[in-house]
């Protein structure tokens, strides 16, 4: 059945390292999503992509988080420097556009140490 | 922007009783507002959704209900079983043009066989 893949589902890394989570977005779906849920701020949006054009990375620190669509089928999202307070698990949702129902995937849990 | 308040933040239920969670929204121009049930190291996924245009929806033993005016929504579980113990979170959709999500805090749900 159709689902959001991500990977890798689980992330250890020490502070300062590079990351990247990956998404795919369920087929013929055309707006992505990366969300953060932690336990002190519960489920937050980083990010959202149409049509690949990212529309809204208000909720995305600029100066270390990047989120690209390299193609339809693939969704990153980078973190470079990262730090402890990074430690997270990140989510990726897809839907389609003009529709209002999110999919979301199993997530990644990033641990920086 | 929106901000989405929820109550229980913890619930506990014995089985076969019903269970109901409540929201409010602070948006009057918010239209869609989806229930995500998440199980432990999942994704959340949806179970029910309501548009503004609508004050109730069912789905077997799940319902929502929507008060605009007050600006609240529920979800009502009847005939609860264990497979419902979950994280459950609403979430409510700013106007069309526009597709965040902005959600509540969550409501661990336990139900007591």
């Known amino acids: 059945d159709a689902r959001v893949t991500q990977t890798p589902r689980d992330k250890v890394t020490e502070m300062g390292q590079e990351v990247t989570m990956r998404c795919q977005p369920i087929l013929g779906h055309n707006t992505v999503f990366w969300y953060r849920q932690t336990m002190m701020q519960g489920l937050e949006l980083l990010a959202y992509f149409r049509n690949r054009a990212p529309l809204d990375d208000s909720g995305m620190p600029k100066d270390r988080f990047s989120a690209e669509m390299p193609d339809a089928t693939l969704a990153t999202l980078k973190i470079q420097p990262s730090e402890p307070r990074d430690s997270a698990v990140y989510f990726c949702?897809?839907?389609?556009?003009?529709?209002?129902?999110?999919?979301f995937g199993p997530g990644t849990r990033l641990t920086v140490l | 922007g929106e901000n989405v308040e929820q109550h229980p933040s913890t619930l506990s239920v014995q089985e076969g009783d019903s269970a109901v969670i409540k929201c409010t929204y602070s948006?009057?121009?918010?239209?869609?507002f989806p229930w995500y049930k998440q199980e432990l190291g999942k994704g959340p996924q949806l179970i029910i959704d309501?548009?503004?245009?609508?004050g109730e929806k069912k789905d077997q033993r799940i319902a929502v209900t929507l008060n605009k005016t007050a600006k609240h929504f529920s979800l009502h579980i009847t005939e609860t079983q264990p497979e419902d113990s979950a994280v459950y979170f609403c979430?409510?959709?700013?106007?069309?043009?526009?597709?965040?999500?902005?959600f509540g805090t969550g409501t661990r749900l336990t139900i007591i066989p």
């Open positions: 949702a897809s839907g389609l556009g003009g529709r209002n129902e999110q999919f």
């Open positions: 309501i548009r503004s245009n609508v």
């Open positions: 979430a409510a959709r700013e106007p069309a043009g526009n597709e965040k999500l902005t």
């Open positions: 948006d009057s121009a918010s239209n869609y």
